[in-house]
């Protein structure tokens, strides 16, 4: 396909696609003269896979180079390489290991690690990412303890499991594999934490209505007391 046709099929539009190749993110296409490339389907897929990362992992354009090296580099396994998307996708997050809360929240995320079994790899932020938010609740007067985590690792792990996991064809080409995962990580993330939020919402209606008619019943009593008396 012309590059015409690669920007209709990819909703890219041409000047973006010819950065992309500049920047060698886009393989160059098939030259068929001095003036003219052809592109494929590979060209579509890297495309789609870019804009997931711009688009939707919003990732910078060092992110988006470690990820597409990645994909290119065929003697990385794919679970190395999504790892690498997987870490793209996390905040940075500066360790304090001179600070008490800071030390005492990595050694809560670490046991979690131990007693959950995952396998997560030495470089991977995520324990940094999960010992911050424990050290601001904590800060915040809301502390977290394994009994006040056990619902979320739970929920967590039968989302990831049970569903997410199985979205992604592992054996597929390695650009739509790192897109789904991309996609799908971002995206169903989203979708969760608006489903909390709604089940918050109605799950507070209903315990503020039973808090009202216990009191409205309290009132009554004591007003039918009172008569009686």
Request: aromatic share 8%; glycine share 6%; hydrophobic share 45%.
């Given at each position: 396909m012309r590059i015409s046709e690669l920007?209709?099929?990819?909703?890219?539009?041409?000047?973006?696609?010819?950065?992309?190749?500049?920047?060698?993110?886009l393989p160059q296409g098939?030259?068929?003269?001095?003036?003219?490339?052809?592109?494929?389907?590979s060209h579509l897929r890297r495309l789609r896979l870019i804009r997931a990362l711009a688009?939707?992992?919003?990732?910078?354009?060092?992110?988006?180079?470690?990820?597409?090296?990645?994909?290119?580099?065929?003697e990385l396994d794919v679970h190395t390489m999504l790892g690498v998307a997987h870490h793209a996708l996390s905040p940075d997050v500066e360790p304090h290991p001179e600070d008490d809360d800071w030390r005492a929240a990595r050694e809560q995320v670490d046991a979690l690690i131990r007693e959950n079994g995952l396998n997560i790899a030495p470089d991977a932020p995520t324990p940094d990412e999960l010992a911050q938010s424990i050290v601001l609740l904590a800060r915040l007067d809301m502390p977290t303890s394994p009994e006040s985590l056990r619902p979320y690792i739970a929920a967590a792990r039968e989302l990831?499991?049970?569903?997410?996991?199985?979205?992604?064809?592992?054996?597929?080409?390695?650009?739509?594999?790192?897109?789904?995962?991309?996609?799908?990580?971002?995206?169903?993330?989203?979708?969760?934490?608006?489903?909390?939020?709604?089940?918050?919402?109605?799950?507070?209606?209903?315990?503020?209505?039973?808090?009202?008619?216990?009191?409205?019943?309290?009132?009554?009593t004591e007003t039918s007391g009172t008569i009686t008396r």
């Open positions: 920007s209709a099929a990819s909703q890219v539009p041409i000047p973006t696609i010819k950065y992309y190749l500049r920047e060698g993110l098939a030259q068929v003269s001095a003036t003219r490339a052809v592109y494929d389907e688009d939707v992992g919003r990732l910078p354009l060092a992110s988006i180079r470690k990820v597409v090296a990645a994909v290119e580099d065929e990831v499991i049970g569903f997410e996991v199985r979205q992604i064809d592992y054996a597929g080409p390695r650009d739509r594999t790192v897109e789904r995962m991309v996609i799908g990580t971002v995206l169903y993330g989203k979708i969760f934490d608006v489903l909390r939020r709604m089940f918050q919402e109605s799950a507070s209606a209903e315990v503020a209505a039973e808090a009202s008619s216990k009191a409205s019943a309290e009132v009554s």
